[in-house]
């Protein structure tokens, strides 16, 4: 197991060059199965995600190869429509492969996620959305088994599901009749996803806003795509930046889709300059106090939930954090105190005091986002901080420790001896 060591109190400045987006890039690599032949991915980022992702593919048959920041996808012949448990339990975002298997094959059988150390990732808006399109689901034994195409129809999300929004706009590609998904997720990688699609051939409006419109078509061919870039991985360097100093500009991402983020980082104090593709962020003095609750698109993103946090744990005052979108993500205020925060928890309310500084302790990356939160905290922390589980990091953030030193944080990964 390895940990990442970071040594506080230096401070940050320079260019950092984001990769593509995680969550966007997993669910282009199982639309990738919609169609018989080789697609390419272009800017797909390195990350363990993005390696389970192309095992689930293999395991249904096709062939992918990495070259660079490029993936070929060869799916001309499946030999399987079956995403296994242990595949699944590691990576969630296998259930991607449910709409592309019932849309390629009329046939799936996916294991259920099961929960995560972030909340329950129930999938009761896929199943329901899959079975107003006409598809039959059967849950038994812990898989989701589907048998059909999608036939047509309105289905209305209960919540704007970011996953239940993707399997259906897979499965209602290829199928006949005119589905309409009311209340649909907006995030920026459901509108990356739908270009592929359409690249493909399918026939798809309204993506981005809560009413997409899918013609069903006969059957799809392959394509080439640029995965989008990371918002939150910018967003992640970007509160970086706030917290020690900077200016830290980001590239390769669109800042339009990290419009609430920057104005909640202005909020603060921080001066935030916004160009094409690029955004500098620079500590402007002490760090003002702001309430943030997360919601869905355009809302402010939960996976940035923990970043912010970390900056709000330090400010000149207090502040309300509101998880909205899952039910059990503030894992890592228990960690941040370890390190003298002030953050108490009050069912979906987070209330942070903040303190003139942080200490470095040693402390353990309860997921994803939050494990990077704490590297920033060790940025900016008094003393040594050793994160460990980084696991948890490489999932979604490819050379995260190689890209923080590059603006000058002294942090570097040390693999424990013993296992
Ligand atoms: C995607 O998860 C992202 N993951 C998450 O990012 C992100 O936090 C989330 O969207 C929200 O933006 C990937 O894209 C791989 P949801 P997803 O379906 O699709 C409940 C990260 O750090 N729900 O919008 O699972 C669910 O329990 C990860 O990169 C149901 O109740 O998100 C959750 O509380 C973490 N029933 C809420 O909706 C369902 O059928 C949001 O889930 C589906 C979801």
Known sequence: MS????????????????????????????????????????????????????????????????????????ATTLTGHEAPYELVALMRASTCVLGSLVGRL???????????????????????????????????????????????????????????????LMAASVGQGTTVIDNAAREPEIADLAHFLVAMGARIDGAGTPTITIEGVSGLHPAEHTVIGDRIEAGTYLVAGALCGGPVTVVGFDPRHLDIVLTK?????AAVEVGAERVTVRRVG?????????????????????????????????????????????????????????????????????????????????????????????????????????HHIERGYEDFVPRLRALGASVHIVDELFE
Do not use: W
């Open 3 to 74: 940990s990442i060591v970071v040594t506080g109190g230096r401070p940050l400045s320079g260019e950092v060059r984001v990769g593509g987006a995680k969550n966007s890039a997993l669910k282009l690599m199982a639309a990738a199965l919609l169609a018989p032949g080789v697609s390419t991915l272009r800017n797909v980022p390195d990350i363990s995600d993005v390696a389970v992702m192309s095992q689930v593919l293999e395991h249904l048959g096709a062939k992918v190869e990495r070259a660079d920041h490029s993936l070929r996808i060869d």
């Open 265 to 269: 980082l202005r909020d603060t104090g």
């Open 286 to 390: 002490a760090i003002r106090p702001v309430d943030v609750a997360t919601l869905p698109y355009p809302g402010f993103p939960t996976d940035m939930q923990a970043q912010f946090m970390t900056l709000m744990a330090i400010a000149d005052g207090d502040s309300v954090i509101t998880e909205n979108v899952f039910e059990n993500r503030f894992m890592f205020a228990d960690e941040i105190g370890r390190m003298g925060a002030d953050v108490r928890i009050d069912g979906h309310h987070a209330l942070i005091r903040g303190v003139p500084g942080l200490s470095g302790a040693p402390v353990r990356s309860p997921e994803l986002r939050g494990g990077a939160a704490l590297v920033l905290a060790g940025l900016v922390a008094e003393g040594e901080t050793v994160v460990t589980d980084i």
């Open 106 to 168: 009329g046939r799936a059988h996916v294991a259920m996620p099961g929960g995560c150390n972030i909340g329950s990732r129930k999938v009761d808006i896929h199943i329901h959305g899959l079975t107003q399109l006409g598809v039959q689901i059967t849950t038994e034994h812990g898989f989701i088994d589907a048998t059909g195409r999608a036939t047509g129809s309105t289905v209305s999300l209960e919540f704007p599901s970011v996953g239940a929004t993707e399997n259906l």
